[in-house]
Protein backbone atom coordinates (compact mmCIF):
# COMPACT_ATOMS: atom_id res chain seq x y z
CA UNK A 1 0.00 0.00 0.00
CA UNK A 2 1.59 3.35 -0.90
CA UNK A 3 1.23 6.42 1.23
CA UNK A 4 -1.63 7.87 -1.06
CA UNK A 5 -3.99 4.66 0.18
CA UNK A 6 -3.12 5.47 3.77
CA UNK A 7 -4.11 8.65 3.85
CA UNK A 8 -7.41 7.97 1.41
CA UNK A 9 -10.37 9.49 3.58
CA UNK A 10 -13.61 9.95 1.88
CA UNK A 11 -13.87 13.68 3.33
CA UNK A 12 -12.29 15.46 0.28
CA UNK A 13 -10.82 18.43 2.23
CA UNK A 14 -9.15 15.79 4.72
CA UNK A 15 -7.58 13.91 1.66
CA UNK A 16 -6.42 17.62 0.15
CA UNK A 17 -5.04 18.59 2.87
CA UNK A 18 -2.97 15.13 3.79
CA UNK A 19 -1.89 15.30 -0.10
CA UNK A 20 -0.61 18.51 -0.11
CA UNK A 21 1.37 17.77 2.90
CA UNK A 22 2.89 14.50 1.36
CA UNK A 23 3.44 16.56 -1.88
CA UNK A 24 5.62 19.19 0.57
CA UNK A 25 7.34 16.56 1.96
CA UNK A 26 8.52 15.03 -1.48
CA UNK A 27 9.44 17.70 -2.61
CA UNK A 28 11.50 18.53 0.67
CA UNK A 29 13.50 15.33 -0.20
CA UNK A 30 14.78 15.96 -3.36
CA UNK A 31 18.67 16.79 -3.37
CA UNK A 32 19.05 20.19 -4.97
CA UNK A 33 22.54 19.24 -5.98
CA UNK A 34 20.63 16.91 -8.28
CA UNK A 35 19.05 20.20 -9.63
CA UNK A 36 21.96 22.28 -9.37
CA UNK A 37 24.06 19.68 -11.79
CA UNK A 38 20.90 19.63 -14.69
CA UNK A 39 20.85 23.27 -14.72
CA UNK A 40 24.63 23.14 -15.32
CA UNK A 41 24.39 20.55 -17.81
CA UNK A 42 21.52 22.68 -19.65
CA UNK A 43 23.79 25.85 -19.38
CA UNK A 44 26.10 23.76 -20.59
CA UNK A 45 24.31 23.09 -23.96
CA UNK A 46 23.51 26.21 -24.74
CA UNK A 47 26.75 27.79 -24.58
CA UNK A 48 27.69 25.30 -26.92
CA UNK A 49 24.41 25.35 -29.34
CA UNK A 50 24.04 21.59 -28.52
CA UNK A 51 20.03 20.87 -28.46
CA UNK A 52 18.25 18.74 -25.69
CA UNK A 53 15.77 16.54 -26.28
CA UNK A 54 12.97 15.57 -23.75
CA UNK A 55 11.05 12.35 -24.13
CA UNK A 56 8.55 10.42 -21.85
CA UNK A 57 5.60 8.63 -21.87
CA UNK A 58 1.93 9.29 -21.18
CA UNK A 59 1.57 12.35 -18.32
CA UNK A 60 5.78 12.58 -18.35
CA UNK A 61 5.18 12.88 -22.43
CA UNK A 62 3.29 16.04 -21.30
CA UNK A 63 5.97 17.42 -18.97
CA UNK A 64 8.56 16.76 -21.87
CA UNK A 65 6.55 19.32 -23.86
CA UNK A 66 6.09 21.64 -20.95
CA UNK A 67 9.76 21.24 -20.50
CA UNK A 68 10.62 22.69 -24.44
CA UNK A 69 8.23 24.98 -24.41
CA UNK A 70 9.49 26.59 -20.94
CA UNK A 71 13.11 25.89 -21.50
CA UNK A 72 13.14 27.07 -24.95
CA UNK A 73 10.63 30.04 -25.17
CA UNK A 74 9.83 30.90 -21.47
CA UNK A 75 13.12 31.58 -20.72
CA UNK A 76 12.97 34.41 -23.71
CA UNK A 77 16.56 33.90 -24.77
CA UNK A 78 16.67 34.72 -28.43
CA UNK A 79 20.12 35.18 -28.95
CA UNK A 80 22.03 32.27 -27.33
CA UNK A 81 18.80 30.20 -26.98
CA UNK A 82 18.63 26.84 -25.45
CA UNK A 83 17.96 24.50 -28.33
CA UNK A 84 14.84 22.29 -27.40
CA UNK A 85 13.08 20.02 -28.33
CA UNK A 86 10.25 17.22 -27.10
CA UNK A 87 10.41 14.21 -29.29
CA UNK A 88 6.91 13.68 -27.82
CA UNK A 89 4.98 15.86 -29.97
CA UNK A 90 5.26 14.41 -34.04
CA UNK A 91 2.26 12.52 -33.95
CA UNK A 92 2.95 11.67 -37.53
CA UNK A 93 6.04 10.65 -37.01
CA UNK A 94 5.60 8.97 -33.68
CA UNK A 95 2.80 6.51 -35.12
CA UNK A 96 5.20 6.51 -38.26
CA UNK A 97 8.03 4.62 -36.23
CA UNK A 98 5.16 2.91 -33.78
CA UNK A 99 3.56 1.43 -37.38
CA UNK A 100 6.65 0.48 -38.98
CA UNK A 101 9.32 -0.68 -36.78
CA UNK A 102 7.75 -0.88 -32.90
CA UNK A 103 6.77 1.35 -30.23
CA UNK A 104 10.10 0.48 -28.56
CA UNK A 105 12.24 2.74 -31.14
CA UNK A 106 10.19 6.03 -31.18
CA UNK A 107 12.35 7.90 -29.93
CA UNK A 108 15.46 6.28 -30.87
CA UNK A 109 14.50 6.69 -34.35
CA UNK A 110 14.35 10.12 -33.91
CA UNK A 111 17.46 10.66 -32.36
CA UNK A 112 19.17 8.62 -35.03
CA UNK A 113 17.99 11.67 -37.77
CA UNK A 114 18.19 14.46 -35.44
CA UNK A 115 20.93 13.97 -32.87
CA UNK A 116 24.55 14.55 -32.71
CA UNK A 117 27.60 14.07 -30.55
CA UNK A 118 27.50 16.76 -27.81
CA UNK A 119 23.48 17.11 -27.41
CA UNK A 120 21.43 16.16 -24.10
CA UNK A 121 18.45 13.52 -23.87
CA UNK A 122 16.47 14.24 -20.61
CA UNK A 123 14.35 11.39 -20.02
CA UNK A 124 10.89 11.79 -17.36
CA UNK A 125 9.16 8.59 -16.06
CA UNK A 126 8.36 8.17 -12.56
CA UNK A 127 8.87 4.10 -12.88
CA UNK A 128 12.51 4.35 -14.46
CA UNK A 129 11.91 1.56 -16.40
CA UNK A 130 10.02 2.37 -19.46
CA UNK A 131 11.91 0.15 -22.48
CA UNK A 132 11.36 2.77 -25.18
CA UNK A 133 13.27 5.44 -22.22
CA UNK A 134 15.96 2.46 -22.22
CA UNK A 135 16.24 2.26 -25.84
CA UNK A 136 16.75 5.63 -26.08
CA UNK A 137 19.59 5.82 -23.80
CA UNK A 138 20.95 2.93 -25.55
CA UNK A 139 21.47 4.46 -28.36
CA UNK A 140 22.40 7.62 -27.09
CA UNK A 141 25.58 5.89 -25.19
CA UNK A 142 27.25 5.21 -28.58
CA UNK A 143 26.47 8.74 -30.56
CA UNK A 144 27.89 10.35 -27.68
CA UNK A 145 24.49 12.10 -26.50
CA UNK A 146 24.59 13.01 -22.67
CA UNK A 147 21.70 11.18 -20.80
CA UNK A 148 19.79 12.61 -17.84
CA UNK A 149 17.41 10.69 -15.65
CA UNK A 150 14.32 12.49 -14.37
CA UNK A 151 12.96 9.77 -11.86
CA UNK A 152 10.39 8.57 -8.96
CA UNK A 153 9.31 5.15 -7.25
CA UNK A 154 13.20 4.01 -6.62
CA UNK A 155 14.63 5.03 -9.94
CA UNK A 156 14.05 2.23 -11.95
CA UNK A 157 16.99 0.77 -14.20
CA UNK A 158 17.09 4.64 -15.75
CA UNK A 159 18.55 6.12 -12.59
CA UNK A 160 21.39 3.29 -12.93
CA UNK A 161 22.55 4.00 -16.58
CA UNK A 162 21.88 7.96 -17.12
CA UNK A 163 25.09 9.82 -17.12
CA UNK A 164 23.11 12.44 -14.18
CA UNK A 165 19.66 12.54 -12.95
CA UNK A 166 16.83 14.07 -10.43
CA UNK A 167 15.35 11.68 -8.53
CA UNK A 168 11.66 12.48 -7.01
CA UNK A 169 11.54 10.23 -4.24
CA UNK A 170 8.13 8.72 -3.58
CA UNK A 171 6.81 4.92 -2.80
CA UNK A 172 5.90 2.93 -5.54
CA UNK A 173 2.91 3.91 -8.31
CA UNK A 174 2.66 7.02 -6.37
CA UNK A 175 2.06 8.25 -10.12
CA UNK A 176 0.17 11.74 -8.53
CA UNK A 177 3.24 13.11 -6.24
CA UNK A 178 5.58 11.99 -8.96
CA UNK A 179 4.16 14.00 -11.58
CA UNK A 180 3.38 17.05 -9.69
CA UNK A 181 7.37 16.76 -8.49
CA UNK A 182 8.26 16.79 -11.83
CA UNK A 183 6.37 19.91 -13.12
CA UNK A 184 8.13 21.68 -10.31
CA UNK A 185 11.31 20.96 -11.61
CA UNK A 186 10.13 22.31 -14.78
CA UNK A 187 8.77 25.70 -13.42
CA UNK A 188 11.69 25.77 -11.09
CA UNK A 189 14.68 25.48 -13.41
CA UNK A 190 12.59 27.54 -16.11
CA UNK A 191 12.55 30.62 -13.68
CA UNK A 192 16.17 30.25 -12.87
CA UNK A 193 17.36 29.98 -16.29
CA UNK A 194 15.09 33.04 -17.86
CA UNK A 195 16.79 34.78 -14.94
CA UNK A 196 20.18 34.43 -15.09
CA UNK A 197 20.70 34.49 -18.93
CA UNK A 198 19.47 38.12 -18.24
CA UNK A 199 22.55 38.40 -15.91
CA UNK A 200 25.64 36.83 -18.35
Do not use: W
Request: net charge negative; proline share 3%; charged share 20%.
Amino acid sequence: MNNIDKFFTRDASTFAGAYLKYLSSVLGAIDVKEIEQFIQTLLDARERGATIFFIGNGGSAATASHFANDLGIGTNCYDKPFRVISLTDNQAIITAIGNDFGYLDIFSRQLQVLGKPGDVLVAISASGNSPNLLRAFDYARTADIKTVAITAFDGGKMKTVADEGIHVPTAPKEYGPAEDAHMVLDHLVGAYLMRVVKLA
